[in-house]
């Protein structure tokens, strides 16, 4: 009805009404290339027990870095694999809490919808890992079929 309304008009009110919606979708564009630029700089860490494995993701889940600790050689292979994994995933949980904080701040009280679905999708992606299901135990059949070497 606003936009039946404003081009009952006259020709210059709806250059108006039109200009002053332009600059609105314009404001709008550069706060989400501003949440794009600030999420892409986002980096999060997480660190094993005892310090063996550091884990770094960006905001799209995607590892950027793997430290090993100085006694990581003391873990027997399928543990370590366990703990990289398992390090990698704490660090991931975290994104949509920092996301949400980039979105908070870029976009104040603009969008809800589109912000809850975003962290709604980043939490479904990138799960605390103490909601997932135990992972099998290695005297699983299941674990045993799969132990072939690649």
């Not at 370590?80 to 949980?93: H, S, V, Y």
């Not at 999708?121 to 059949?141: I, K, N, V």
Request: aromatic residues 4%; without cysteine; negative net charge.
């Amino acid at each position: 009805m606003t936009g039946v309304m404003a081009m009952s008009g006259s020709p210059d009110e709806a250059r108006a009404h039109l200009d002053q919606w332009a600059a609105g979708l314009s404001a709008k564009a550069e706060k989400y290339e501003s949440v794009a630029r600030r999420t892409g700089d986002l980096r999060l860490s997480a660190t094993s027990v005892s310090d063996f494995v550091r884990v770094t993701v960006r905001a799209d889940g995607s590892v950027t870095d793997l430290e090993f600790g100085p006694k990581a050689r003391t873990v027997p292979m399928p543990e370590l694999a366990a703990l990289i994994l398992g390090t990698m995933r704490r660090a991931q949980a975290g994104i949509a809490g920092r996301v949400g904080e980039v979105l908070a701040a870029e976009l104040g009280d603009d969008d809800p919808q589109t912000r809850e679905l975003m962290l709604a999708d980043l939490r479904g992606r990138f799960p605390d890992p103490g909601d997932e299901p135990p992972e099998p135990e290695s005297g699983d059949e299941a674990a045993a079929q799969d132990d072939e070497p690649w």
